[in-house]
């Protein structure tokens, strides 16, 4: 598929969860876990959960990156792919108020959100910038710490999103990234299918593919903090994996083999890597 398309699709989809008050992650439907419970699941406690503005949940990731190294106070962070802004609002509880965190994102009405969000929480040490995360609205050297969630699998590019991750760090400054990979290449009715693309799953690449794009834009001490099946554990439970709107879309995909959709589901994982600039 084409990158333009794709990041025209990823954007609407987006969009059109951005606009719904009580949204789930482009995974779920009314049978897999509502953003609260699958925050819950993926890394995220009570404290964080009651600490961000309404809204700012939307469910979208699969994992917890500011849990994978502490944020100090008085740093400078970006979220690469800030949806609604519920890393950046935690972010900001960690690095206080001497802190600054910055928040990405190319949709509109993402952005819109967030912002509508930090004005709800009164938060006067977070900014969200429209934009691209392959060519990032920031200036070079200047972030301590970058995270992302479920968002690098999106982009068409990723060589390009670690470089420009690198070139906004400072000399030490870290990348903390919760996001999916694979342990097997997809059959290629996925990869081709524009559902599974949004559903973060299409854009996903080998697990050694991603970690040595890091490596060729600079990263170094590339560590893997945490990795686990991210369908079967995170999204569905294994009986239910056909029974809702995403899962008998990819079960459609794949002619309506339920044993290749269960095969599928044990190829994606979630992983949390934490990589430096040194």
Known sequence: ???QYIKANVRTKYGEIAKKSSSCCCK???SAPQPTEYAKKIGYNENDLASVP???????????????N????G??????????????????KAVGKTGKVYGVDMTPEMIAKARENACKGGYTTVEFKLGEIESLPIESDMIDAVISNCVINLSPNKEQVFADAYRVLKTGGRLMVSDIVLEQPLPPQV???LTAYVGCIAGAILQTEYLAAMERAGFVDITIADSSPWLTDFVYSNDRLADNEEGKALLDVLGG?????????QQVKSIKVIAWKR
């Open 70 to 73: 502490t944020l100090k106070e």
């Open 191 to 193: 990869r081709q299918s």
């Open 1 to 3: 598929m084409d990158a």
């Open 257 to 265: 083999d339920k044993a290749s959709l269960d095969q599928l589901a």
């Open 54 to 68: 309404a809204g700012a949940n939307l469910g979208l990731g699969c994992g917890n990156p500011t849990a994978l």
């Open 28 to 30: 779920c439907s009314c």
């Open 75 to 92: 740093e400078t962070v970006l979220d690469l792919g800030c949806g609604a802004g519920f890393d950046v609002f935690l972010a900001a």
